[in-house]
């Protein structure tokens, strides 16, 4: 099988910024929409932030000017620039991908990966 690996979470001071990678365990073909949501503490998971294959791009509202979400097609990854982070922001962060191709013949949906947790402090 295959997992999707982020890194790149910690703690930050309100103000600042963090970049999160995305990136599969193992060798794949190709990954449709990759996205990043996010589970305060206590709450529900969210969507922040989604790219398809073209690289059209979509934003929460409450991150929309702060996080820019890219993704290298050829490397299979994508990752989440985080500015001018607030408490708010607090949670953990995870990517998530609609459909990955493994093989040829093998496909995996609805793929999560193990989570980052992103702290931000005042």
């Known amino acids: 099988q295959v997992q999707l690996v982020e890194s790149g979470g910690g703690l930050v001071q309100a103000g600042g910024s963090l970049k999160l990678s995305c990136a599969p365990s193992?060798?794949?073909?190709?990954?449709?929409?990759m996205a990043w949501y996010r589970q305060p503490p206590g709450k529900a998971r969210e969507l922040v932030a989604s790219?398809?294959?073209?690289?059209?791009?979509d934003y929460a509202d409450s991150v929309k000017g702060r996080f820019t979400i890219s993704r290298d097609n050829a490397k299979k990854t994508a990752s989440l620039q985080m500015n001018s982070l607030t408490l708010e922001d607090t949670a953990v962060y995870y990517c998530h991908a609609d459909r990955i191709l493994i093989t040829k013949y093998q496909a995996a949906f609805d793929y999560y990966g193990q989570g980052t947790q992103v702290t931000v402090s005042s």
């Open positions: 790219i398809t294959n073209d690289g059209t791009a």
């Open positions: 193992r060798s794949i073909l190709s990954i449709n929409t």
